[in-house]
């Protein structure tokens, strides 16, 4: 059965950094591309990033580019997001997704997601 | 940059048939946007419905269904049941490496 697990969300001072992580099961996971979708608080959702199955490739929304960094270990079978920067409109809470593909961006399983807030 | 375009809210009655839409700003959506619709009910992450056009998953229940519709990508609900209740959006790729979704559409059984 295919599974992914979120972490690594928590409440942060804008300015602050934070990692997420991602823990994926029942699949083989360098096969497939990786991405992140978040969600506002009562808003709608929003991509964020992508990455391809064996890492060379990486996607980023105009909104996180220069501040967010998405990355994976194979090995361990993990998605991580490294957030850097971070504004009160990062608030949100953040999906990992399982894509179809290699290289494909499409979130299309997803995790139960992570809560980061980001407040003074 | 392109915005994809939702109906805001939708009823059906239960029973009925209800079609929710999906636009792009500049121009008509193909099947070369791989359009993706997903559910998401309150409280809980969303789910994906159709995949590429009209690609159901294992657990898609049979009364959906995906196409293109008039220059727009269409997911068709037919049969609503109360259970069906929940936000809908699309997502649709313009350049590679960056898809957009759709504002959602609201859909209210009553």
């Known amino acids: 059965e295919v599974q992914v697990v979120e972490s690594g969300g928590g409440l942060v001072q804008p300015g602050g950094s934070l990692r997420l992580s991602c823990e994926a099961s029942g699949f083989t996971f360098s096969n497939f591309a990786m991405s992140w979708v978040r969600q506002a608080p009562g808003k709608g959702l929003e991509w964020v990033s992508a990455?391809?199955?064996?890492?060379?490739?990486?996607y980023y929304a105009d909104s996180v580019k220069g501040r967010f960094t998405i990355s994976r270990d194979n090995s361990k079978n993990t998605l991580y997001l490294q957030m850097n920067s971070l504004r009160a409109e990062d608030t949100a809470v953040f999906y990992c997704a399982k894509t179809l593909g290699p290289y494909a961006t499409h979130p299309d399983y997803w995790g139960q997601g992570t809560l980061v807030t980001v407040s003074s | 940059q392109a915005v994809v375009t939702q109906e805001p809210s939708l009823t059906v009655s239960p029973g009925g048939t209800v079609t929710l839409t999906c636009g792009s700003s500049i121009g008509a959506v193909t099947s070369g946007h791989y359009p993706y619709w997903f559910q998401q009910k309150p409280g809980q992450a969303p789910r994906t419905l159709i995949h590429d056009t009209s690609n159901i998953h294992s657990w898609t229940p049979a009364r959906f269904s995906g196409s293109l519709l008039g220059g727009k990508a269409a997911l068709t609900l037919s049969g609503a049941q109360p259970e069906d209740e929940a936000d809908y959006y699309c997502?649709?790729?313009?350049?590679?490496?960056?898809?957009?979704f759709g504002g959602g559409t609201k859909l209210t059984v009553l």
């Open positions: 990455i391809s199955g064996d890492g060379g490739s990486t």
């Open positions: 997502l649709l790729s313009y350049i590679v490496g960056r898809p957009l």
